[in-house]
Each structure stands twice: as structure tokens, then as C-alpha cells.
T-cell receptor
């Protein structure tokens, strides 16, 4: 069984540009999560999809962040326009049910200069 | 609001020594509790979890953790450290009554194992 994959692994962009991160969950996992870790800080929850619906988006920092999960398969997280404080590692995780284990991807390291 | 505190951002032990990583939580109702490990350039991997059964939870790679409600703690231990245990460890909680799988993480503890 393939694990959670994320693309790209690294992204370096300039302030004001747009970046789109992609997450492919484990096949059959209805629940998909995005988390972020800013350097030196704890990992923080961004949002939770159940299939294609946003179950909880309480962690989204502001309206520059847009997450989608069309068709309930892969998900994208777009940052537009990017700011310096958006730099960090973005993790995606997926799970079968709400209380089941969350399987994490390797993360995308985003650097905004 | 729930929160998690991991005492010590860096812990160093000698190979073969006891590993003790501390985690305290704050929650009005005992939550689900998790320990994750992250090896370099990899995603987080679940070590163990506490739901509501036995308070002593055994996980992978010889790790275990004990839930102590009176101390609001969920410390991670391993009797004998191996070099391969060097990694970053995260304690996390999830609310029982929540309708979301949102995990709240501690700050992480980097474990160094010296030969």
C-alpha cells in the first residue's frame, strides 16, 4: 500500500507569488488533514476534509490560503499571495475514520523569500 | 482549550540508557493521546496511542507510555536506547467529543543517542 505522498518536496518562492501544494492520500482514506510547522514552533492543524467536504477549517490562518479536494481524492493547498511568515513545512495526513490513525506524508518545505 | 506541553526540546542519552520523554496535557476531559516520531526526511509515524483501555500503552520499537490522569501526563519511555532511536518525538492530543480528527501537538523533543 502506497503511503501519503506530497509534491513538491521543496519550494522556494518570492513574496507575493503563488504556490500550490499537492497531497495524495492513501487510497480509500476519506479523511484528509493539512498541518503546518513553522520553524521553531509546534505542528499546527490547518484543516480537515471528509471526502470532498471541509469538516473543520478552524486552523486556516487567513484567506490567502485555499484548500480543495475535488472528487474526494487528492487535495491541493494554494497560498496566494505568499508572505514571509508562510514559510515552514506543510504536512498532509490521511485516515480511514475519524478516530483511526493518521498517516503522514513527508511534508513540503516552503520557503518564501 | 486543549494544549500539550513537552518538557525539554532536546534530550540526550547514552546508548543503552533509559529514554524518558515528558508530555503533559491540559483538557477538561481526558483526551485521546498519541506519540509520533519523525526520522529525518520522513513523515510522522505513530508510535502508540491511548484511547481508553489500559493506562500502560505499548507501542512499536520497544516504546511505551503510561497515562496518568491525576498528573495529566503521558510520558514516553524505552528501557534501553538504540542509536536508531535518534529522531524528533511529538506528543499529541485529540478531543473525545470532537467531530474532527484535529490533532494538537506539543513542541517536539529531539532525542540524541550518544554511543
Amino acid at each position: 500500500e502506497a503511503g501519503v505522498t506530497q509534491f513538491p518536496s521543496h519550494s522556494v518562492i518570492e513574496k507575493g507569488q503563488t504556490v500550490t501544494l499537492r497531497c495524495d492520500p492513501i487510497s480509500g482514506h476519506d479523511n484528509l488533514y493539512w498541518y503546518r510547522r513553522v520553524m521553531g514552533k509546534e505542528i499546527k492543524f490547518l484543516l480537515h476534509f471528509v471526502k470532498e467536504s471541509k469538516q473543520d477549517e478552524s486552523g486556516m490562518p487567513n484567506n490567502r490560503f485555499l484548500a480543495e479536494r475535488t472528487g474526494g481524492t487528492y487535495s491541493t493547498l494554494k497560498v496566494q499571495p505568499a508572505e514571509l511568515e508562510d514559510s515552514g513545512v506543510y504536512f498532509c495526513a490521511s485516515g480511514r475514520g475519524l478516530v483511526d490513525e493518521q498517516y503522514f506524508g513527508p511534508g513540503t518545505r516552503l520557503t518564501v523569500t | 482549550a486543549q494544549s500539550v506541553t513537552q518538557l525539554g526540546s532536546h534530550v540526550s542519552v547514552s546508548e543503552g540508557a533509559l529514554v524518558l520523554l515528558r508530555c503533559n496535557y491540559s483538557s477538561s476531559v481526558p483526551p485521546y493521546l498519541f506519540w509520533y516520531v519523525q526520522y529525518p526526511n520522513q513523515g510522522l509515524q505513530l508510535l502508540l496511542k491511548y484511547t481508553s483501555a489500559a493506562t500502560l500503552v505499548k507501542g512499536i520499537n520497544g516504546f511505551e507510555a503510561e497515562f496518568k490522569k491525576s498528573e495529566t501526563s503521558f510520558h514516553l519511555t524505552k528501557p534501553s536506547a538504540h542509536m536508531s532511536d535518534a529522531a524528533e518525538y511529538f506528543c499529541a492530543v485529540r478531543g473525545r467529543s470532537s467531530n474532527t480528527g484535529k490533532l494538537i501537538f506539543g513542541q517536539g523533543t529531539t532525542l540524541q543517542v550518544k554511543p
